[in-house]
Structures are given as C-alpha cells and as structure tokens.
C-alpha cells in the first residue's frame, strides 16, 4: 500500500502565493511520475502539473508561469509552489503517483486533497 498527503492549503488573496507539499509513504521501490490534480465545484478534475522521475515537467496552460511543481525522489515528496493565485484557482488539490512497490506491484494512488481558496 503507498499512502499520499497533501499539505499547506488554506485561504489565500488573489495575488498571493501558496506552496501544497505532498508525501508519499508505504512499500514503495520506485515512483515514476507524480502529479497535482485539482476539482473545483461542479467541475471536472483536472490535471494541473505533472513531474516525471527525471523531473520532466508538465503543467496545464491556465498555470504555466505561474505554478511550479518539483520533487525530491530520495524523500518521495513533491510540492507546487503558486504563485499570482486567482479566484478561478479555488479547489481541491489532489496529489497522484504511480509506481512499483518493494513486491514489483504497480500502483496508482491519489491523496485526500486539500482546500486552496483564493479570496478577498
């Protein structure tokens, strides 16, 4: 079983900055790539940065320049550092990873999420 939780949201005003750190636990022998998801109400999760083990990034055109994912592969932690947060940011944040446990089983596992809002 490999664990992810997410941490480090809250309320936040539009123009200010958050930083979600997610980490993960378990029988794990390699994590490929990591990911923040975020949902919103009503809306679709969707993928907002993704990070290979080589640290490849990926982010969704409404972050890019604005959000920065990396993560430490001797920890098996990731974090997204937002920055210029708009109201539209308000959601869920969601932290994915897939990989091979210590028994050669896949996994694909997801964190509980954590509240961004971003509001005056």
């Known amino acids: 079983q490999v664990q992810l939780v997410e941490s480090g949201g809250g309320l936040v005003q539009p123009g200010g900055s958050l930083r979600l750190s997610c980490a993960a636990s378990?029988?794990?022998?390699?994590?490929?790539?990591m990911g923040w998801y975020r949902q919103a109400p009503g809306k679709q999760r969707e993928l907002v940065a993704s990070?290979?083990?080589?640290?490849?990034?990926n982010y969704a055109d409404s972050v890019k320049g604005r959000f920065t994912t990396s993560r430490d592969n001797a920890k098996n932690t990731m974090s997204l550092q937002m920055n210029s947060l708009k109201p539209d940011d308000t959601a869920v944040y969601y932290c994915?990873?897939?990989?091979?446990?210590?028994?050669?089983?896949?996994?694909?596992?997801w964190g509980r999420g954590t509240q961004v809002t971003v509001s005056s």
């Open positions: 994915n990873a897939n990989g091979m446990t210590a028994l050669l089983n896949s996994f694909d596992s």
């Open positions: 378990g029988n794990i022998f390699s994590i490929y790539a």
């Open positions: 990070i290979t083990s080589g640290g490849i990034t």
